[in-house]
């Protein structure tokens, strides 16, 4: 049975953490305070499967969050945004994989 902290944040299964709970974590604080961040467009772009899985997102509506994530990578370091890009959405679609399977226990 999954142990959860708080509905969806911080979810743990068997005491561990899930994979890319640090995005997850970081960017539903960040929503919640109206920071618009990396892990807060990456949160808004896993969204559909993130509620699936239970976690609650904070009700914000953002055009393509995929593209708002790209472009605050794009301007930190434009030779490595393409592979970071790719890195949080990977991390944070983990995340929402592993929390569905820890809701369905």
Do not use: N, Q
């Amino acid at each position: 049975m999954a142990d959860a902290a708080l509905p969806g944040h911080d979810i743990a299964v068997g005491g561990a953490l899930l994979p890319g709970h640090e995005i997850v974590d970081a960017g539903l604080d960040d929503l919640r305070a109206g920071r618009w961040t990396a892990s807060a467009f990456a949160v808004l772009e896993a969204r559909p499967r993130l509620e699936r899985a239970g976690v609650t997102v904070p009700d914000v509506a953002v055009e393509r969050p995929s593209h708002r994530l790209y472009a605050i990578l794009e301007e930190e370091d434009p030779a490595t945004a393409h592979g970071r890009h790719h890195a949080i959405l990977r991390r944070t679609l983990s995340y929402a994989r592993a929390a569905e399977r820890a809701a369905r226990r």
